[in-house]
């Protein structure tokens, strides 16, 4: 019996030495893998429950000449909490509290917000949904609400920032504008994305469910630095006058798309640029950016360029005879025609680009480079047609000047580039070449942005750069200019013409897609030109593609866009000053204002309509009339928050809804 106690006592010993061995075995492992592996397996842990989430930078303003924003970020936040890390003593006192601050500023009611708060801390869940896209203000507000205002931690408050993009001109000018996002980088947004970007911020974020993510503390591991702001060249009220110009011309003739330029003539400014094309419900909107990524045949617009190489080789003046018989001339087995179908009969090579003859131009140029046409291509080339402008936005179209030894060159080359086919230019090209003659042969590119700044400090200048210092001589200009300006006063442009201000161009109209067959003709209207027509200050572009009714001709569907631009910066004090001391006076301009006043006049102490009228005519009327004027958009007028016929109250507010 005693053997035995002592082999159980054995027994013991020997398991309770083995037990010790192993506790110390555990313990020497423990200490080694926290010496020598710690770090590992802390990164492991780490990489586990711990992540480093991008805070993405706020993107720089952009805004137009003035100031104005085109285009801003702005903060939205999704808030959620995790009521399970809150204190049970601190929960049951204030959860009731908590529960009203969201009714007043979400909705619902206070009981429902309760027992939502309360079956999520019941469940476990932490990470119930509040709200999202809340702005900063209501941030702020709620970041001070009862249990959440004790934070991260003590009070379970979860906020997921992020940035939308806005834009108060909404639609207008949006191709320009851009955008950087899913549907691409094109425009200001996209072709200066670096600048805008700004650098992202690290935030750690730590796992508390499944998929489930909350930060760790308030702060952020890096803070993000927000992007340049960009200041535009864009001119927000020629951008206004610009866009519902070309947006009337558009529905008048029922086009499938066309665009408008404004620009500076001395500086290359883009002051407005519109695009427009026709949607599938027949709306039109900013579709593409034609002006700048779209190549065309330019029609008669480029007949000016063919005239001045002839002028410039010494071989061709503008007093110089051409007969262009009765409106026809044979090229190979091809027909030139004229749109008057009688012809001109024997006119010099000004009346040519006068009138706009085809059969004119075309034997003015086939007279002199027939047996050597690279010369005619060379002098083309020389004023640098050929080449793409090199502007900052992404997508420009090609200019394209063929030669002799391409491939597709034919005897019916020469002729047909004379009057601007079988070569191809985007509108932004060729309203650049019509400025460089507006600004007395010096070409200079076009530009989109002054300068990048932060916080109101200059980061970068842009300043106007030179592509070429004289497309030609100072002679071959100065007639150029006068035959300019006797399109609009007695030729093809005449219907343009007004004796009280003072501008120049040429009409262009081009068939399109003329190798289709079976199909209807279609055409491509523009006009180029500058105005005042002395010492010019703006060079404009306008184009409408394929209009379907009420004509085609480019002086009267284009060139109406182009007189309503200029009359209508006239009006606004651009130009007055350096045109005339005297302010132009305009039939039609003081019939409005009339009318206008007439109504004031009629009804000052009633509430006028103003549905119908532009937005910038209908504030001066209403402010006086002594009311306050709140205006919500750019364009006409669609509705008014007082009646029409109410008694008017001094210093009232009223709200003008503007589409």
Not at 56 to 70: E, H, I, P, Q, W
Not at 543 to 569: E, L
Request: proline residues 3%.
């Amino acid at each position: 019996m005693a053997v035995e106690k002592k082999d159980i006592v054995n027994k013991l010993i020997i398991v309770s030495i083995g037990m010790v061995l192993f506790l110390m075995l555990i313990i020497y492992k423990m200490t080694a893998i926290q010496i020598n592996e710690g770090d590992k397996y802390r990164s492991l842990a780490e990489k586990i429950y711990v992540k480093r989430d991008t805070v993405y930078a706020n993107r720089g303003n952009v805004f137009a000449a003035d100031g104005s924003l085109l285009a801003t970020s702005m903060s939205k936040f999704e808030i959620r909490m995790d009521p399970v890390a809150v204190q049970l003593e601190k929960f049951e006192e204030n959860v009731a509290n908590l529960a009203k601050e969201l009714s007043k500023m979400l909705g619902n009611t206070p009981r429902a917000w309760e027992k939502k708060i309360r079956k999520a801390r019941a469940s476990r869940n932490r990470y119930l949904f509040i709200t999202r896209n809340i702005g900063y203000n209501d941030y702020m507000k709620m970041r001070r609400f009862p249990i959440f205002k004790l934070g991260v931690y003590g009070g379970g408050f979860i906020a997921e920032q992020s940035s939308v993009r806005a834009r108060p001109l909404g639609k207008i000018a949006e191709r320009f504008i851009g955008y950087d996002d899913y549907r691409g980088a094109p425009g200001i947004e996209g072709a200066y994305r670096k600048y805008l970007k700004g650098k992202t911020g690290i935030r750690k974020k730590q796992k508390i469910a499944k998929g489930q993510w909350r930060p760790i503390n308030d702060n952020n591991e890096r803070e993000p630095v927000d992007g340049l702001d960009v200041l535009t060249t864009l001119d927000i009220n020629i951008q206004d006058i610009t866009h519902h110009s070309l947006l009337r011309q558009l529905e008048k003739h029922d086009a499938d798309h066309g665009c408008a330029i404004v620009m500076d003539t001395k500086s290359g400014d883009i002051l407005a640029i519109s695009n427009l094309g026709r949607g599938r419900n027949g709306k039109y909107y900013e579709r593409l950016n034609y002006a700048v990524g779209a190549s065309y045949e330019p029609g008669s617009t480029f007949k000016l360029a063919a005239l001045m190489v002839g002028m410039e080789d010494g071989l061709i003046d503008t007093a110089s005879v051409v007969d262009t018989q009765g409106g026809t001339f044979r090229v190979k087995n091809h027909t030139i025609k004229d749109s008057n179908r009688k012809g001109y009969g024997k006119i010099s090579a000004a009346r040519v680009i006068e009138v706009s003859s085809n059969v004119g131009i075309v034997k003015l140029i086939q007279k002199h480079y027939k047996s050597n046409p690279s010369k005619f291509v060379q002098g083309l080339r020389d004023m640098d047609l050929d080449k793409k402008l090199g502007l900052h936005m992404k997508g420009e179209g090609l200019a394209i000047i063929p030669s002799p030894k391409d491939s597709l060159w034919s005897g019916l080359s020469l002729a047909q580039m004379s009057y601007g086919y079988e070569v191809s230019m985007t509108p932004m090209q060729v309203l650049t070449f019509y400025n460089a003659i507006a600004n007395n042969g010096k070409m200079v590119k076009p530009r989109f942005v002054k300068e990048l700044s932060a916080q109101g400090l200059t980061h970068t200048m842009f300043e106007s750069e030179v592509i070429n210092d004289a497309i030609c001589s100072k002679e071959t200009i100065r007639k150029i200019q006068e035959i300019l300006k006797n399109v609009v006063k007695r030729g093809t442009g005449k219907s343009l013409y007004s004796p009280s201000f003072s501008m120049a161009g040429k009409t262009g109209t081009a068939q399109v897609e003329y190798w289709k067959k079976g199909q209807r003709r279609a055409y491509s209207a523009s006009f180029a030109g500058f105005f005042p027509a002395e010492n010019p200050k703006y060079t404009c572009y306008v184009m409408v593609y394929k209009p379907r009714k009420s004509g085609y001709y480019g002086a009267d569907v284009a060139g109406p866009v182009f007189k309503d631009i200029a009359q209508k910066i006239y009006t606004s004090n651009y130009i007055i000053d350096e045109v005339d001391k005297t302010t132009p006076r305009f039939t039609n301009v003081q019939r409005s204002y009339q009318k206008f006043d007439s109504k004031s006049e009629q009804a000052f102490s009633k509430i006028p309509k103003v549905i119908g009228m532009a937005g910038m005519d209908a504030i001066p009327i209403l402010e006086n009339l002594g009311l306050k004027v709140r205006i919500d958009g750019v364009g006409t007028v669609k509705g008014q928050s007082i009646k029409v016929g109410d008694k008017i109250k001094k210093g009232a507010t009223i709200y003008l809804k503007v589409a």
